[in-house]
């Protein structure tokens, strides 16, 4: 129920309160306790009411009835006693018509007959008027004692409806302010709520710029780290780039070089082309000459197996004597001529010797080995005396090398 409702309400219930007096009770048949407490009084009196007519009304019939009845006995006893003219009269009515007289004697004796029922009805009427009375007068007393007590009921429950009122009052002012308290409180809770949601995005603002700044600071520590490597790496560099300069410049200087040699083995080349050329028509020209007689040919040189069994030097310096020098073989097809030149398993010493240095084998003509076609297990050096070479003849294959004593005396090959 809102508070003009309220308010409304308390205005009609002052208004409907009843006045009570001494005499009357007025009451308002728009009360709500109150005026079923005096509606209830108000049928009780109605009663009372009528009640105290009728024995109004029934005290006058008895007074009456009571004055006819003695004006009757006055009038009978009267014409013997007081009255002798009316008396004679009656007398003399009663002796004109002594019948009339008894008929109408006998009806007033029925009357009063009648008249002394009613009376004793109308007593015990009254009685009984007067029984119910009291009853009445008894319920009139208890219903004012109830009024009274309905009264101090009423008062009291006025005080306490006044002081209701007051904590109404009070309460519905405790209660605006209380809803004003509410509505500055949801004001402030809403504030609160917004300032909350605002604190917690500042919150996780703080923490992801706390990540950020975390990240990136991670970043420039390792930035920092790939600087330093990398400027390690760039003074690295530049070393090595002046190194490399320095290099380029020794290179360039080489390259120059080589390219001035190039120029001029080109220009050899250029020269040596043309010895080539005109050596080669020298050799075939050579090739066309005939060897002496005993000596056999072979490309451009003259073989001779000598007859005379000597040793390596005096074998060699034979050959020398005749213009030539112990064969030098540097080719497999030289190897196989030379094999054919001789008898079934001859060996003849050849121009290859290590005794300038043991197991280093040179040709009589200051050239190194470059093919060989030694036995299989040779050179042996057989007991370290063995630093001259000779080729034995075999009847397959090109013929094999084997290494032997200087001093042994056998047959040689010249070449010339
Ligand atoms: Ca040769
Ligand atoms: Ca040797
Ligand atoms: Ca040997």
């Not at 009570?20 to 709500?32: A, C, F, M, S, W």
């Not at 930035?223 to 070393?239: A, F, V």
């Not at 120059?256 to 082309?273: C, E, F, G, M, V």
Request: proline share 2%; charged share 25%.
């Amino acid at each position: 129920m809102d508070k003009q409702s309220q308010r409304e309400k308390q205005t009609i219930i002052r208004m409907e309160l009843m006045e009570i007096d001494d005499d009357e009770i007025y009451i308002n048949t728009n009360l709500t306790m109150e005026g079923l407490i005096n509606k209830d009084l108000q049928r009780k009196k109605q009663p009372c009411r009528c009640v105290t007519v009728c024995l109004g009304l029934l005290c006058a019939v008895l007074l009456a009835g009571n004055i006819g009845q003695f004006i009757y006995y006055e009038m009978i006893s009267r014409p013997t006693s007081a009255d002798p003219t009316q008396a004679s009269y009656i007398q003399g009515d009663r002796l004109q018509s002594p019948d009339a007289s008894t008929e109408e004697r006998k009806q007033l004796e029925a009357r009063l007959s009648n008249l002394t029922k009613e009376k004793d009805q109308l007593q015990r009427s009254h009685n009984s008027l007067t029984t119910q009375k009291d009853e009445f007068k008894a319920s009139l007393n208890n219903l004012k004692s109830e009024r009274d007590l309905l009264q101090a009921s009423y008062n009291d429950m006025q005080r306490n409806l006044e002081g209701l009122q007051t904590n109404h009052n009070n309460l519905t002012a405790s209660k605006d302010q209380l809803q004003t308290n509410y509505s500055s409180l949801q004001k402030k809770k809403k504030k609160k709520d917004e300032l909350q949601t605002l604190f917690t995005t500042l919150r996780e603002n703080r923490d992801q710029l706390q990540s950020n700044f975390s990240s990136l600071k991670n970043n420039k520590d390792q930035l920092q780290r790939n600087y330093n490597t990398l400027s390690i790496k760039e003074n690295h560099l530049q070393i090595s780039y002046n190194s490399l300069w320095k290099d380029k410049e020794l290179l360039q200087t080489s390259y120059n070089t080589l390219q001035r040699k190039i120029d001029q083995l080109q220009a050899n080349y250029s020269s040596l082309a043309t010895f080539r050329d005109q050596y080669k028509k020298k050799i075939d020209k050579i090739k066309g000459i005939p060897c002496q007689t005993g000596w056999r040919k072979f490309d451009i040189s003259c073989y001779l197996v000598s007859t005379a069994k000597k040793n390596w030097t005096l074998s060699r310096q034979d050959c020398i004597a005749r213009g030539a020098d112990l064969v030098v073989i540097d080719s497999r097809d030289e190897q196989a001529f030379v094999n054919g030149l001789l008898q079934s398993d001859q060996n003849v010493w050849i121009g290859l010797t290590d005794s300038l240095k043991e197991g280093t084998w040179m040709w009589v003509d200051g050239t190194p080995v470059t093919t060989t076609f030694w036995q299989p297990g040779q050179p042996n050096s057989y007991n370290g005396n063995q630093d001259c070479a000779e080729t034995v003849q075999k009847s397959t294959g090109v013929g094999e090398w084997n290494d032997d004593g200087c001093f042994s005396d056998q047959t040689a090959i010249c070449e010339k």
